[in-house]
């Protein structure tokens, strides 16, 4: 078949464990791929076929909410270290992101007796509950002490309603200071994490299909998320983003396209 214009519009890479390997292994069997069976990176392998160039197909999606209910976003997000790393307000792929930032990936959500609750999306499992602090960073391998020392801080600060370390909204700031205190794991390989890819071709603000040195391939174009566009990495995500960038930069593409294959038509005169 041969067209003046061709859109890509193919979706991203999540179902092909080739191209998951090379680019992005973090999304390997622990993790539970977010796609259909047709995101499989078929218009990305096209597009490099005929030299286009790719952006972020190292980031990804990848999430284990913590939440409903929100008053978990009361507590402390630790690293086995027993420090905290992020708001824990943040938008949970936000979230969930820098806990895989973490030394092996190992994070945990500290809640205190008036503020622990089953979450509404089981995704998280509760570890188990303790009387004591000490018994708790044993319990969990972390070193002693450094649990205590970041309880202690954040309920100090909390008490005045503040959160000066990582600035969480006043609304999801209490201290965690009433025991028992119960664990819930965050950690990969533990929470039920789900994902999908968030790399592409790298095109125009038009829908052009760019080679790396930035010049056009001419006729092609691309949308969607086998394009790169707004989600360049999970930090930066929220839900609908994809869908968002995929419908504005779809009508860019395709009145491009259009206007160029029109503009391409010469009349064949009988």
């Known amino acids: 078949v041969r067209a003046k214009s061709v859109v890509l519009t193919t979706g991203g890479f999540v179902m092909n ?6 680019y992005v292994p973090q999304l390997d069997k622990r993790v539970f791929a977010l796609g259909s069976s047709h995101d499989d990176g078929t218009g990305i392998r096209l597009g490099q076929s005929v030299g286009a160039a790719t952006k972020h197909m ?5 999430t284990a909410p913590a939440y409903p209910p ?3 976003l009361t507590g402390l997000i630790v690293n086995r270290n027993g420090d905290r790393f992020v708001a824990e307000d943040s938008y949970h792929a936000r979230t969930s992101a820098y806990a895989l930032e973490q030394p092996d990936c190992v994070a945990y959500l500290i809640v205190d007796s008036r503020h622990v609750e089953m979450p509404a999306m089981p995704l998280i499992p509760l570890i188990d509950g303790w009387e004591d602090v000490a018994e708790m960073e044993t319990a969990l391998g972390i070193p002693a002490g450094r649990l205590q020392a970041s309880l202690d801080r954040y ?3 909390a008490a005045r309603g503040e959160d000066p370390e990582f600035h969480k909204a006043a609304t999801y ?3 965690q200071d009433t025991g028992p205190w119960a664990a819930f794991d965050l950690s990969l390989g533990k929470a039920f994490y789900s994902g999908f890819t968030l790399g592409g071709l790298a095109i125009s603000a038009d829908g052009h299909v760019l080679r790396e040195d930035g010049s056009v391939i ?3 174009y691309a949308a969607g998320a086998c394009a790169s566009t707004i ?4 930090k930066g995500y929220a839900s609908g983003t994809q869908l968002g960038a995929g419908s504005f930069f779809g009508r860019r593409a395709g009145r491009t396209a259009a ?3 029109i503009a391409q038509h010469v009349p064949v005169t009988p």
């Open 173 to 175: 700031v209490a201290p």
């Open 17 to 22: 464990p080739e191209m998951l390997a090379q």
């Open 155 to 157: 309920n100090a600060d």
């Open 231 to 234: 989600a360049q990495d999970a």
């Open 70 to 72: 929100a008053k978990l």
């Open 218 to 220: 001419a006729g092609l």
């Open 58 to 62: 190292d980031q990804a999606f990848m």
């Open 259 to 261: 206007a160029k294959a």
